[in-house]
């Protein structure tokens, strides 16, 4: 009998002592554990035009920050448009859209080449360099994944967003690109360039001129579906989606993904 009493002695000291250890003090249990860093990605705007000698000199800064920093991380737009665009004609084809000249217009920019890196003003494409690599050294107040696949001539974007810093408001944008448009450039020594190759070319605002309202708070996740018609004389093979969240303060975060042709 003693040893009986003995043994049930152990099991409750046992059972006491694992309740007592798994006990955790209430403002212990709601500790916040904040988001890693992110860093911000850099997205140019260049705004160039077949018209422009000088613009083929931007392209190869653009070339030049795409083999140091990769296509996902410096995000690179041909927007063509302003005074030096060129729009189609029976014989040339013509890369300048309406969009582009809004765009132009409403940054008042005066002259081509020249870009916006993050939305902080007008830089020179002797300066780029040194803009993009002051902009990627900065964290970023969100995160974005995104995919992009094409079926039955419907592009569908799937975009994810997170918050890792404080609350971010401003406006998401999308954009549809295109790669590999052989279209006339005129070239540094004055001479028309019938067989140029112009790559990341603005084709499509998918939610419109200026996107959508757009909020996230720290610790939050945001998925979004949107869709883009494939236009007639798009090359479904070169495309490439862009999207971005930006504000008074510039572009917050970006991301591109290229679209894939499904059952390819």
Request: charged content about 20%.
């Amino acid at each position: 009998m003693p040893m009986k009493i003995k043994t049930y002695t152990l099991l409750f000291l046992s059972v006491l002592m694992a309740v007592a250890c798994s006990y955790i003090e209430e403002d212990e249990r709601l500790i916040y554990v904040k988001p890693a860093e992110v860093k911000r990605r850099v997205l140019l705007e260049d705004f160039t035009g077949q018209r422009c000698v000088n613009c083929p000199k931007g392209t190869e800064v653009i070339e030049l920050l795409q083999e140091t920093y990769g296509d996902s991380v410096f995000i690179a737009v041909g927007i063509h448009g302003g005074p030096l665009g060129f729009s189609s004609n029976a014989s040339v084809v013509g890369l300048a859209t309406p969009m582009g000249d809004e765009y132009y217009n409403h940054w008042n920019l005066e002259y081509q080449p020249v870009g916006l890196v993050n939305r902080h003003g007008a830089v020179n494409y002797t300066d780029w360099s040194k803009a993009v690599k002051e902009e990627l050294a900065k964290p970023a107040p969100l995160e974005m994944n995104m995919s992009a696949t094409l079926e039955s001539g419907q592009i569908k974007i799937g975009l994810e967003t997170f918050g890792t810093d404080g609350s971010t408001t401003g406006k998401l944008q999308a954009w549809i690109l295109e790669n590999k448009i052989t279209a006339m450039q005129l070239m540094p020594d004055g001479k028309a360039n019938a067989n140029y190759v112009h790559h990341h070319v603005l084709r499509a605002a998918v939610n419109g001129l200026w996107g959508e309202d757009f909020t996230i708070v720290e610790g939050e996740t945001k998925k979004k579906v949107m869709t883009q018609a494939l236009e007639a004389g798009w090359n479904s093979e070169n495309l490439s989606v862009v999207a971005f969240v930006y504000n008074d303060q510039g572009v917050q975060q970006a991301v591109k993904a290229r679209v894939k042709v499904k059952n390819k």
